[in-house]
């Protein structure tokens, strides 16, 4: 169920795109005073047959199906054009927020912590390799991590493989940025958003996040990234629910590969 709500969101996700862009360029075709109706969009996909899980090609045709119904309702008379393009261009265009972007890609070696029971139990230690690289025009960052934790469990060490993947962006309609990650020691998406501080050097994340070894839910954490300098970053990991001076349950620090 979860797979299919999520293939539904990226189908309707494709479709808004698609809306938005067909109809800016539309109402860019029409000259002033022109009262005559643009062509219509012709839609190449096949829109014939809803969904099955059977057809690998049914999401597609889904996108393609929203697109067509709300083009059909789309009242373009009462959108004013040249606003309608800046708000596009504002929203879709990479600015000066993505540009630290730059500076986050690279391969970078990481050392981290985990406090899994506490400061004063013994924390657990891992050693990954990062690379992060720009996509998409420079709108996101993709970070790929992969190593090797070293904990102990009921007195035996052990050592557990560890490999994520997470995407990093700047959101121009909330003025935010936004992560998600995902990685092979869960099966849950873990999102997040944040702001930075006037120097760009600082930036807070705050997430909510489901604990399956206790049962919680809807846990908030607050994560904070810190540029130290050109070839070195710090994350803390902070749980909001614990008194101060115990919060800390993950740090991370980053150096960039020569």
Not at 30 to 51: F, M, N, Q, W, Y
Not at 154 to 173: A, H, Q, R, S, T
Not at 228 to 251: A, C, H, Q, S
Request: glycine share 8%.
């Amino acid at each position: 169920m979860r797979f299919r709500t999520l293939a539904c969101g990226f189908a309707l996700g494709a479709a808004t795109a698609l809306v938005s862009t067909q109809v800016v360029l539309r109402l860019a075709t029409k000259t002033a005073g022109d009262t005559t109706e643009p062509p219509p969009v012709t839609l190449s996909a096949p829109v014939a047959r809803l969904p099955t899980n059977s057809d690998p090609m049914s999401h597609d045709e889904s996108a393609a199906l929203i697109t067509t119904v709300a083009l059909t309702q789309a009242t373009e008379d009462d959108v004013d054009r040249a606003d309608l393009m800046q708000k596009w261009t504002q929203f879709a265009l990479p600015g000066e927020h993505h540009d630290r972007f730059e500076f986050l890609a690279g391969k970078w070696d990481s050392t981290y912590t985990i406090w899994m029971e506490g400061p004063d139990k013994p924390p657990v230690i891992g050693k990954t390799v990062v690379s992060s690289k720009l996509i998409f025009g420079g709108r996101f960052l993709e970070t790929r991590m992969s190593g090797i934790t070293h904990m102990e469990f009921n007195g035996e060490k052990m050592e557990v493989p560890i490999e994520g993947i997470g995407y990093l962006g700047y959101d121009n309609f909330k003025q935010k940025y936004v992560h998600f990650w995902i990685d092979n020691g869960g099966t849950g998406i873990y999102y997040s958003e944040g702001t930075s501080d006037e120097s760009g050097k600082v930036t807070t994340f705050f997430s909510t996040v489901d604990e399956w070894q206790t049962g919680e839910r809807d846990k908030p954490y607050k994560m904070v990234q810190t540029l130290i300098d050109k070839d070195t970053i710090k994350m803390v990991l902070y749980d909001l629910t614990m008194p101060t001076g115990r919060d800390r349950v993950f740090e991370e620090r980053m150096i960039r590969q020569k």
